[in-house]
């Protein structure tokens, strides 16, 4: 059976390239819903039903786990799909923690989309992690739109993130959380603009690692021969050029993986 990674778009290719790595062996299903994409600026209806659909298509294609890749799906969705399936879904959230335990003493901020930032799932997790108020916000939805069209360090990219840091001190911190699976493909401008106090935190390991653990549970680990089959909102990507399209989001991600 194979394993679906799901996202409104190409920033659930981090999550999956890492879950490449560590699982050799199984075959994946990868669903962008391009149709949608960006979600961060939807709203939470729109969102619920996008993710709904995909579950639909994704529950068709003999799938033993499904991994929203996807922090802005999860945050307004996840609940609902797991009261509605039996199968395992591993969901993402900002990785606040992961980057308070990191220091504790300096400050941190959070980067995600728009839903993700203001909803009630990001203030619950703040609530239970940041007992020292050191934790700050930010959405930063421009950087999911210039990830679908593959502008990752183009001037009009650092300006932009030049003017959205720009009102934070970074002496003052000890990390700057990916929350938003899109982002990762930045890092290298963002390393650029910040100074090397501040480190990147993101989800993908401990999401892979949870993945791993639900499936160990239900003995569900599989050697089988690596594969993964793309789909664009439902429709199977074999189009020459789009194939091109996602080896080069991977390539990138490649490149991304030790900043
Ligand atoms: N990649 C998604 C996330 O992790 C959402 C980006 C978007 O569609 O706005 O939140």
Partial sequence: MKIAFFDSGMGGLSVLHHAM???PHEQFVFYADEDNVPYGTKTKEQVQDYVDKAFRFLLKQDVKAIVV??????????????SLYDVPIIGMEPAAKKALDMDGTKRVLVTATPITVKGRKMELLIEKVDKDHLVDRLALPELVTFAERQEF???AVTDYLKEQLAPFDFANY???VLGCTHFNYFKDTMRQLLPE?????DGNEGTVRELIRRLRE???LEEQTPAVEYFYSGRRVTDDSELKRLEKYLSRLEQ???I
Wanted: hydrophobic fraction near 45%.
């Fill in 218 to 220: 239900r003995n569900q």
């Fill in 197 to 201: 106090n501040v480190q990147f935190v």
């Fill in 256 to 258: 991304m993986y030790r």
């Fill in 153 to 155: 360090n183009s001037p």
């Fill in 21 to 23: 790595k560590v699982l």
């Fill in 174 to 176: 000890s990390a700057l």
């Fill in 69 to 82: 890749a996807c922090n802005t799906a999860t945050s307004v969705a996840v609940a609902k799909m797991r």
